[in-house]
């Protein structure tokens, strides 16, 4: 109802606390729809045309063939195999590596910051870089690693780390674990340090051992942060790019061109947008797969009563 | 305060403004091309952009015309020229690669040539081969702007300790040579070639496969690697020995691209690669090289040791289609890339002078100024037989090449790995090949 003042006219009511919500949210909505929700949303629409740039009088809508040829795409199927292979990898060390370093620097020692601020570090390199950096180590004729085994006489002369397709596989895998793992030891240290303190010294009163202490109050504690770990990091080394570009740029051969350097190369060097981004619909579909598995196996696990 | 609907509307507004302002502040190319102001919209990749633009001042001086230079990063050249002809504000003027020639004549983004003043006149004095790369279903794209062709390039220092006087003209005579110097323990691997996986072509393997005399395609552009033409299957074959057999070929090369083996060139740890004759200036140049005044350059070995061809890139300057400004962007074109009122090819001489860049021009071979320059980093009779014999690729017009050339990079790796043999690879190239086409079909 609209108040009317003295002189007679209309008086503004001050909007409502839910038309103030939109109003102050639109904004922020707006942007996202345009420079997210569109982006997507038109990726999809790319992903059912034949488009590629170098034939732009070609372009016209094939629905879901793009889809459908990626049955029978010899470098689709190779790249999802490798990048298969690549998460299984990179997630096994990374959740070991990462929960061994959590369980360390969740202890109370002399230099733990210093350590702790290490371990860190490696978060905050770009992925190129990151892969300049590896490249560097695994030269050839100059690398770190070569240097470093033969004076300690493992081996006699220099050797090409990366020309051999299981080698470039595991050290580019290195690479990337080298540079995801410190994420993953903050997400496990945060879960570690919520577990009380008494559960410890019962179970120590119940004379469990140091072993029994992990399964029976750790890892329980912790299904929740590793959840978060296995789907981020599964996510991450499924969208592994810029440090397996630099570093082997998907050789030798297809031994380490995963499905996002293949997803890369096609739209940026071969320009075919409608398969690229059918790719793309196909890594985030399958990254969404299994981490709706993970929620399903892990979640309900974790969620128990203190 | 207060939130009512009036300041939701005047903020309303206010964001609604704010893109209209920021256009407004934005370069105007919704036109489809041009500045706007009547100069020349001229695009490039990023090589040497303050001699560019130097040498865009001295057109603006000289003929009145105020051109508007934009460099792009060379990595995402092509993608961003594309990305802004598709949005409709492309530039006037621009580099055009070989190898994307025909895609943008495609696209529409570029109009020939033909009939413009000099045109006829430019591709009378260049050398076939670069006339061939600038040329696309009979019409004339481009004006040249620079051209390299490959050859042998190796370390007469190297050579001459192991007792070799002289460069290998077949490829066993390189293989042995290289073997002689492995074998007086000069170099474990005397020869290095840039075989990591990149978006560049490898112009190696096709100056080995044209140096022997063979091709990988007929003039139809089908695939004849694996039936009437052996050349590749041999070549492929003599580099997996040289590789696997006799270790001459650093198995490095994997994991090397072009730069590393340039910097292991110039400190003297390959006795041999095959590359652009253009590489020969840095690795001559005392300042940057401890090989300097050893690199000489020599024809492509071959698999018969007679002489047959190189390969052959071309860098030219192209033409909108849809230019507003064509009588000034043609000027502009035919300052850099044609004859300058004093029927010179001023701007190809300024590059090579100031940084070797390879010229299409035939007659500039015997200009003493150019003849001068290029001795203190070659042969000039090697250096200009090498463009004598050099043609392009014949594949570059058809929209499957980057994808041919992706997949051969992979094939090559195997066959310096071991991995596939010598008849699988050219199998397996035409495999590809009629895969592609139906994909483009």
Redesign the interface.
């Known amino acids: 109802m609209v108040a009317l003042n003295r002189l007679g006219f209309a008086e503004r009511q001050p909007l409502g606390d839910n038309a103030k919500a939109w109003a102050l949210n639109a904004p922020a909505m707006v942007v996202i729809a345009l420079l997210v929700a569109y982006p997507i949303g038109y990726s999809f629409y790319v992903s059912l045309q034949k488009n590629n740039l170098k034939r732009p009088r070609a372009k016209r809508f094939i629905g879901f063939d793009n889809y459908k040829a990626l049955l029978t795409d010899h470098a689709f199927l190779s790249a999802l195999k490798v990048s298969a292979l690549f998460v299984l990898v990179v997630l096994g060390l990374t959740v070991v590596l990462a929960l061994i370093l959590a369980l360390v620097l969740n202890e109370r020692f002399r230099g733990r910051g210093l350590l702790l601020s290490l371990a860190l570090l490696p978060w905050a390199m770009p992925g190129v870089v990151n892969g300049l950096m590896w490249r560097t180590i695994f030269d050839a004729k100059t690398g770190a690693l070569n240097g470093l085994l033969s004076q300690l006489g493992v081996i006699d002369d220099y050797h090409a780390w990366l020309t051999s397709g299981t080698g470039a596989f595991l050290f580019t895998a290195l690479a990337q674990v080298w540079n995801t793992l410190p994420f993953s030891v903050i997400i496990l240290l945060a879960g570690l340090s919520t577990i009380p303190s008494e559960l410890y010294d019962a179970a120590t009163v119940d004379r469990a051992g140091a072993l029994q202490r992990f399964g029976q109050v750790t890892l329980p504690w912790l299904l929740h942060p590793l959840l978060i770990v296995l789907i981020l990091e599964t996510m991450n080394a499924f969208r592994a790019f810029d440090t397996i570009y630099v570093l082997t740029g998907g050789g030798p051969g297809d031994a380490t061109t995963t499905i996002a350097l293949l997803d890369v190369q096609t739209v940026l060097t071969f320009t075919d947008f409608g398969l690229g981004s059918a790719y793309a619909w196909v890594i985030t579909a399958i990254t969404l797969l299994i981490s709706v598995g993970y929620i399903g196996l892990l979640y309900r696990k974790g969620n128990f009563e203190v | 305060m207060?939130?009512?609907?009036?300041h939701?509307l005047k903020l309303t507004g206010l964001?609604l403004t704010a893109p209209a302002l920021l256009a407004a502040c934005s370069n105007d190319s919704s036109s489809g091309s041009g500045s706007g102001d009547g100069s020349v919209k001229f695009e490039g990749w990023d090589y040497e952009a303050e001699l560019v633009q130097q040498n865009l001042d001295r057109f603006t001086t000289t003929s009145n015309i105020k051109v508007n230079y934009t460099p792009i990063t060379s990595a995402q050249y092509?993608?961003k020229v594309?990305a802004e002809f598709?949005g409709g504000g492309g530039a006037d003027a621009l580099y055009v690669y070989d190898d994307s020639l025909a895609?943008w004549v495609?696209?529409?983004y570029l109009q020939p040539l033909d009939g413009l003043p000099g045109v006829d006149e430019v591709y009378a004095a260049i050398y076939p081969g670069n006339a061939e790369a600038m040329t696309y279903q009979g019409k004339r794209y481009g004006l040249p702007y620079y051209t390299d062709a490959n050859c042998l390039t190796y370390n007469t220092g190297i050579l001459t300790k192991a007792g070799i006087t002289k460069p290998p003209a077949s490829l066993e005579e390189l293989e042995a040579q290289a073997l002689k110097i492995k074998n007086a323990g000069l170099l474990?691997y005397p020869i290095g070639l840039p075989a990591?996986?990149?978006?560049t072509w490898w112009s190696w393997v096709w100056a080995l496969v044209f140096g022997s005399g063979g091709n990988l395609f007929d003039d139809q552009q089908n695939p004849i690697m694996n039936t009437s033409d052996t050349v590749t299957k041999d070549v492929f074959a003599w580099l997996q020995q040289a590789a696997n057999k006799s270790k001459v070929i650093?198995?490095?090369s994997?994991?090397?691209l072009p730069v590393p083996i340039d910097n292991?060139m110039k400190a003297n740890?390959y006795a041999y690669t095959i590359g652009a004759r253009y590489a020969s200036r840095d690795y001559n140049d005392p300042a940057k090289s401890k090989a300097a005044g050893k690199i000489r350059m020599a024809l492509v070995p071959s698999l018969d040791g007679k002489e047959h061809a190189t390969v052959s890139n071309t860098r030219m300057y192209g033409l909108a289609k849809d230019t507003d400004v064509k009588d000034d962007a043609f000027k502009l074109l035919t300052y850099l890339g044609g004859y300058d009122e004093k029927k010179q090819p001023y701007t190809a001489k300024f590059w090579f002078l100031q940084r070797g860049l390879g010229f299409a021009y035939k007659a500039m071979g015997s200009d003493p100024e150019i003849t001068a320059s290029l001795k203190k980093f070659a042969d000039p009779v090697v250096y200009q037989h090498l463009a004598e014999i050099a043609k392009p690729r014949n594949v570059l017009g058809v929209?499957w090449y980057?994808?041919f050339e992706?997949e051969m990079?992979?094939v090559v790796?195997?066959v310096l790995?071991n991995?596939t043999q010598p008849s699988a690879a050219v199998d397996s190239l035409a495999q590809t090949v009629e895969?592609l086409k139906k994909k483009?079909s």
Do not use: W
């Not at chain 2, 207060?2 to 009036?6: N, Q």
């Not at chain 2, 990591?196 to 978006?199: A, F, H, I």
């Open positions: 207060e939130l009512t609907r009036r939701i964001g092509v993608q594309v598709t895609a495609d696209g529409e474990e990591q996986l990149s978006d650093d198995p490095a994997l994991q090397l292991a740890r929209p980057t994808e992706t990079h992979k790796q195997g790995s991995q895969t483009y």
